[in-house]
């Protein structure tokens, strides 16, 4: 069998479908990436590889798969209100669903770019706060509309997608929490700045976005030099 159906018997199985699988393969085109994270793998590396980066990878998911067996949703409200009171800036934003086009009641992967692009934006600036579940206006209307199975599956997505769109060599400086607000779900990402530039990566390449007040701005290869040489002359 190949690493495909293998992931799948893994996953299939109720006694071994929450063990985290990794892709380590030669395959490197995007539709064959799109098809291991698809079939629910949580991350897809490449060869040639580096070592200390699998490595990285595979403590990452550790922690996340730890988290998840223990995590039901907690309760934050002091600190989701907060930064709900506080309103959208430079370093807070909202966004009200993961993957689900609540006007057009579809599922759209402009979504989840959306928010990954914000949290591209605050690594390559200060860090931020992003919350996913609430509207532009601080209203809470919670993650259901989103449709998953259950909590796991849904962090199991975020995560699917910031290994995809961000890359898990900037795990550190992203924390991940499910909160409970309202008897609604939510969810509270932190960003703190990263030492090393982030991308949005897509079929199309990759892109680097910085905040600039309470919005996303995309730079031009330009402005991303010079961006890069300032942010080290500063350091």
Request: glycine share 6%; net charge negative; proline share 3%.
């Amino acid at each position: 069998m190949d690493g495909y159906e293998a992931c799948s018997l893994i996953l299939g199985n109720p006694k071994t479908k929450d063990i985290p699988i990794l892709f380590l393969t030669a395959l490197a085109d995007a539709k064959s990436e799109m098809k291991g994270l698809e079939l629910g793998a949580v991350d897809y590396i490449t060869k040639p590889f580096n070592a200390e980066l699998v490595l990285t990878r595979v403590s990452r998911h550790i922690n996340l798969s730890r988290q998840r067996s223990s995590a039901t949703p907690i309760s934050l409200p002091d600190t989701v209100q907060r930064l709900i009171s506080e309103g959208e800036s430079s370093s807070v934003e909202f966004k009200s669903s993961i993957r689900w086009n609540i006007r057009a009641d579809r599922s759209d992967k402009d979504i989840e770019l959306a928010w990954a692009k914000t949290m591209v934006a605050f690594m390559n600036s200060n860090g931020g706060a992003l919350l996913l579940g609430v509207n532009d206006d601080g209203s809470i209307v919670g993650l259901e509309h989103d449709r998953f199975k259950s909590t796991d599956k849904m962090m199991l997505h975020v995560n699917n997608v910031i290994n995809s769109h961000i890359g898990a060599e900037h795990s550190q400086s992203i924390d991940i929490q499910v909160v409970s607000q309202d008897e609604k779900e939510v969810i509270l990402i932190r960003c703190t700045a990263s030492q090393k530039p982030s991308f949005l990566k897509t079929q199309d390449g990759d892109d680097m976005f910085i905040r600039l007040g309470p919005s996303s701005k995309k730079l031009t290869t330009r402005e991303a030099i010079t961006y890069l040489e300032s942010k080290k002359s500063a350091d």
